[in-house]
């Protein structure tokens, strides 16, 4: 599956293997997978959406 970005398209492996890269982990401290990937987008997607700031809160963590 690919996602589109601003100028253009990217799989999402390429973004898992992006962030592994530069030493992002999920909030459980492992590396991030194409599924990891699609679920962060689609969290982050539902917050955008409702414009809540409470639950900007709950997105899950990233951390390098």
């Given at each position: ?19 592994n890269e530069n030493g992002y982990k999920t909030r ?10 699609t679920r962060l987008i689609k ?22």
């Amino acid at each position: 599956e690919h996602f589109h970005m601003k100028n253009g398209y990217i799989s999402l492996t390429e973004i898992s293997r992006a962030l592994n890269e530069n030493g992002y982990k999920t909030r459980r401290g492992c590396h991030f997978t194409a599924s990891s990937v699609t679920r962060l987008i689609k969290e982050i997607d539902l917050v955008y959406k409702s414009g809540s700031a409470a639950k900007e809160k709950s997105v899950s963590s990233i951390s390098p």
